[in-house]
């Protein structure tokens, strides 16, 4: 089987992005599941190299990922100037350095020069620019590449466990105001057609997580799940979605109800992301369904507070370029099965 060309973004330099990705890309035998084509500051690069004790490692300088070599850990050095680190805190450079690493690897993926991405941790807030005005990694490529009418869904998963969210990075104070019924049927639909394309669920099962304390109480402690949820998955299943709920979100965690669903649909962030993480440990991915690339990350941030120490746990990164890799064959086989689906033969007389 062809190995897949795997690009990966630098992220925030003043963070662990760089350290986690070469400390994995540098593991013995890396190259020989994957192609790495690493997006990143040239200085940046041997800086990192040289504070991990691995600056004799040789990796193929290319113009473009299109020249990237199997069997090399391949650069593609962007940014004008040299980066070097300033550790713990983010900063204009750092910004600035992170955005250009991942222009210049969608540019790469909309070329069809990698065959998925996985984007190191950035700082949601030193990456603004002109150039980038999103919350995040998800809406930024939602913009460039999904295609018209279509809608990027940030799931965060292990092997056990898939978490979508309903709202991303949004204050709580607004959360209220995005649960409606014709979104959270939306998403569900959305997350249904993930769950079957990208992780082989054949008819998948989705939990809908209700937004207020032990689902409103009828009213008490709030109307969207009376007024907005529950009608929504009635429709659901009035269309043949298997859509359950809602569940109140501390017991359907804490009595370990999702074992019994693949997929559970969180109203907003952290609702979803704290039981997660809590659950998933170092393990968990984070995946940006709905766009025709595939796209994964570690489910941690920039880590300030280790930066420049170089004890960083690559195991979250590791598990996104696996992760990443499943979902790409899972995504084939789909396709290939649906593309040309049987004709129904006529009974015979």
């Known amino acids: 089987m062809e190995k897949l060309r795997v690009g990966f973004t630098q992220g925030d330099t003043n963070g662990v992005g760089l350290e986690v990705i070469l400390k994995t890309i540098t593991t013995e035998g890396a190259t020989e599941l994957y192609t790495p084509v690493l997006f990143a500051n040239r200085k940046a690069v041997q800086l990192t190299l040289s504070a991990l004790g691995v600056d004799n490692v040789r990796y193929n300088l290319v113009q473009s990922a299109a020249d990237a070599a199997p069997g090399r850990i391949n650069l593609v050095a962007v940014g004008v100037a040299p980066v070097e680190p300033a550790y713990g805190a983010p900063s204009e450079e750092s910004g600035r350095a992170a955005f250009e690493s991942l222009e210049a690897a969608v540019e790469a993926m909309e070329a069809g020069d990698i065959d998925l991405l996985v984007t190191a941790p950035i700082n949601k807030n030193s990456i603004q620019s ?171 941030g920039t880590a300030y507070d280790i930066a420049g120490q170089m004890t960083a746990d690559p195991t979250s990164l590791r598990e996104a370029i696996y992760k990443g890799i499943d979902i790409y064959r899972a995504r084939e086989v789909f396709d290939d099965a649906s593309a040309n689906p049987l004709r129904i033969a006529p009974p015979k007389k």
């Open 130 to 300: 002109e150039d980038f005005h999103f919350p995040g990694h998800t809406e930024y490529l939602e913009n460039r590449l999904a295609e018209e009418g279509e809608r990027a869904q940030m799931i965060l998963f292990n092997d056990e466990l898939r978490v979508a969210l309903l709202t991303t990075h949004l204050p709580l104070a607004k959360v209220s105001d995005e649960v409606r019924a014709d979104r959270i049927v939306d998403a569900v639909k959305r997350f249904d057609r993930t769950l079957r394309r990208d992780f082989a669920c054949e008819r998948p099962s989705i939990a809908v997580l209700s937004l207020n304390p032990h689902c409103g109480d009828d009213g008490l402690l709030g109307e969207e799940e009376k007024n907005e949820i529950i009608p929504a998955i009635q429709t659901l299943q009035n269309e043949n979605v298997l859509a359950f709920g809602p569940y109140a979100a501390d017991g359907f965690f804490g009595e370990e109800l999702w074992r019994n669903f693949d997929g559970v649909l969180a109203m907003y962030h952290d609702q979803g992301l704290a039981p997660f993480k809590a659950l998933a440990g170092k393990e968990g991915v984070n995946y940006t369904s709905g766009l025709e690339f595939i796209r994964t990350s570690p489910d941690h």
